[in-house]
């Protein structure tokens, strides 16, 4: 028998592998969310239950109490939710898919789903499509949906899908407010820019628990290959004219050693370190080897 893998066993390798990024970035987008969004009077839950027991909806619900967003809320909501009038919104994250009549079926079924249970009317809920990838010209046309007023965020005229929008983070502008959720873009140097983005806010303003999840973003970002923490380092922290010195090693300070180190080539561990210390320790090592 022949050692190596079949296609059917490449291809399932390859889902097994594309379901754990999805299950971890999900978990992070719905933590980011509601350490964002909690602090400032609205209710945020993911996983939601449909009934008293499974299956659960892998979406994001996001529920307001007052009759509009407040100013507050409005600086951590993005294009699209922002503009809504909707009390209660669905988010539902696409980041290793692509955009398909599959996920637009998909997401009519949770919209359907959370009214039943609800009893509410279509006007009081709204769904969103957040995808980390450009959606094809060609599948939106297929689908239906059109660039809004707003860009990165699109639209059917179809009556049945009036409560459906779509936002294509990779094509959402870079006002502030867009800021934290475009981490989740799939484009490399747009995420880069927007770290660095984030970086220049006062950082120590956020609540704990949001600089806790960003942090845990990076370790994403390095642990799956997409973004390196040697990266992050040269192009971010060590960038003439980026963030201050202090700044960048109070972040730094952020991660584990183990985190900071990962991903770095052996002259990048060493770089920085006085000579004689370095000298020292080799001599050390070669007398424990002797």
Same mark, same amino acid.
């Given at each position: ?5 079949? =296609? ?38 993911? %996983? ?50 692509? !955009? ?34 450009t959606p094809q ?33 990779? =094509? ?10 475009k981490l989740f873009?799939?484009? !490399? ?23 806790? !999840? ?28 980026? !963030?201050?010195?202090? /700044? ?10 183990? %985190?900071?180190?990962?991903?770095l080539r052996p002259? =990048?561990? /060493? ?8 000298? %020292? ?10």
């Amino acid at each position: 028998m022949s050692q190596r893998q079949t =296609d059917d066993e490449k291809f399932e390798d390859n889902s097994l592998e594309n379901n754990t990024v999805s299950q971890t970035s999900h978990v992070l987008f719905g933590c980011m969310m509601k350490e964002s969004l909690t602090p400032l009077n609205l209710e945020v839950e993911s %996983d939601y239950e449909i009934g008293k027991g499974p299956p659960k909806l892998d979406v994001l619900i996001i529920r307001r109490a007052g009759a509009r967003w407040s100013k507050a809320q409005l600086e951590f909501l993005p294009d699209g939710i922002r503009q809504s009038n909707c009390k209660h919104v669905i988010l539902e994250l696409k980041y290793t898919e692509s !955009i398909n009549k599959t996920a637009i079926f998909q997401t009519i079924g949770y919209l359907g789903s959370y009214l039943r249970l609800k009893q509410f009317n279509p006007e009081k809920v709204c769904a969103f499509i957040v995808s980390s990838k450009t959606p094809q010209k060609r599948m939106l046309k297929q689908i239906g949906f059109e660039q809004t007023d707003i860009k990165g965020v699109y639209r059917s005229k179809d009556c049945l899908l009036s409560n459906i929008q779509l936002i294509s983070l990779n =094509d959402l502008s870079d006002a502030p407010y867009n800021l934290w959720i475009k981490l989740f873009s799939s484009k !490399i140097n747009q995420r880069l820019s927007v770290l660095k983005r984030i970086l220049a806010f006062d950082l120590k303003k956020f609540n704990s628990g949001l600089v806790s !999840i960003l942090v845990k973003i990076l370790n994403f970002w390095n642990m799956i290959g997409e973004v390196s923490m040697q990266r992050i380092q040269k192009d971010i922290l060590y960038e003439s004219g980026g !963030i201050s010195d202090e /700044l960048a090693a109070w972040f730094l300070s952020l991660f584990k050693p183990e %985190d900071r180190l990962r991903g770095l080539r052996p002259e =990048d561990r /060493l770089n920085g370190l006085d000579i004689k210390i370095i000298e %020292d320790y080799l001599k050390k090592q070669r007398k424990m080897k002797r």
